[in-house]
């Protein structure tokens, strides 16, 4: 194996330290002994059909993932990486947790496949890391304008509480995904990276055609009209952009003093 690149090494040590200390249960959430918080029957309709595509979509194994994460460690000598990408896999797991126990608790059932999951999962069968990547974070990033209008489309303490925790673990997720991406394009010149990104978006805006045309019963519910969707959506993809291109720069200064 290489030898390690300090920052990197550094940066996911921290990562690991941060996911292990932000776990949570289901349970801490939604326990046993909680009495059942039933949605009406106007919520369930805009909501029911949602949730079950978004707890199947956090479902994923990650195994593909992990198995390209722990290449890449192999490629750059940073040993500590898997463990945090293991730690970020579990944790999306514990929202689609979450979301079942939800589910259960109303009556929803889970859905064994959709259009929708089957699709991202091929894409990401056949990427490589830099790719899996991007498309985890447009899911992630779409996933910010749904959980706060999920949490407005509805009075249920229980379904608020379950969104307030998701969207503040979100927001971490996509700082770990401009830590990792500004890792993958180190030492690309600014056309390459231009092009990816440029490449990036369009993915994104087409994905929210397909999330809102599957989706738009709880956004209009709460409030959202397409447009303020994809406002909010790109708003969120332009932090994860500048967050990586800052992490870059950051990298390249710590090298030069290390020098």
Request: proline share 6%; with cysteine.
């Amino acid at each position: 194996m290489l030898q390690p690149d300090p920052l990197s090494a550094a940066v996911s040590n921290c990562w690991s330290s941060y996911f292990r200390s932000n776990a949570w249960s289901p349970e801490d959430l939604i326990p046993d002994s909680a009495a059942p918080d039933q949605l009406t029957p106007e919520e369930l309709h805009a909501i029911a059909p949602s949730i079950q595509q978004f707890q199947l979509g956090e479902n994923a194994q990650g195994r593909r993932l992990l198995n390209r994460g722990r290449a890449f460690a192999e490629s750059t000598g940073d040993a500590q990486f898997p463990e945090a990408l293991t730690l970020f896999i579990r944790e999306e797991q514990r929202h689609s947790a979450t979301l079942l126990r939800f589910m259960d608790q109303q009556g929803i059932p889970p859905l064994p496949s959709h259009w929708v999951d089957g699709i991202f999962r091929r894409v990401r069968l056949l990427a490589g890391l830099e790719l899996c990547l991007r498309v985890l974070a447009a899911a992630e990033i779409i996933a910010v304008p749904y959980y706060r209008a999920l949490s407005r489309a509805s009075a249920s303490p229980v379904l608020r509480a379950i969104c307030h925790r998701v969207l503040k673990d979100e927001a971490m997720h996509l700082q770990f995904q401009a830590s990792m991406m500004s890792r993958i394009e180190a030492g690309r010149s600014n056309l390459p990276r231009f092009i990816a990104w440029r490449a990036h978006r369009l993915f994104l805006v087409g994905t929210c055609v397909v999330v809102w045309s599957e989706h738009a019963p709880v956004f209009r519910a709460a409030g959202y009209t397409f447009h303020r969707f994809i406002l909010e959506t790109l708003s969120e993809f332009h932090a994860l952009e500048c967050r990586a291109c800052g992490v870059a720069v950051q990298r390249l200064v710590f090298r030069d003093s290390a020098t």
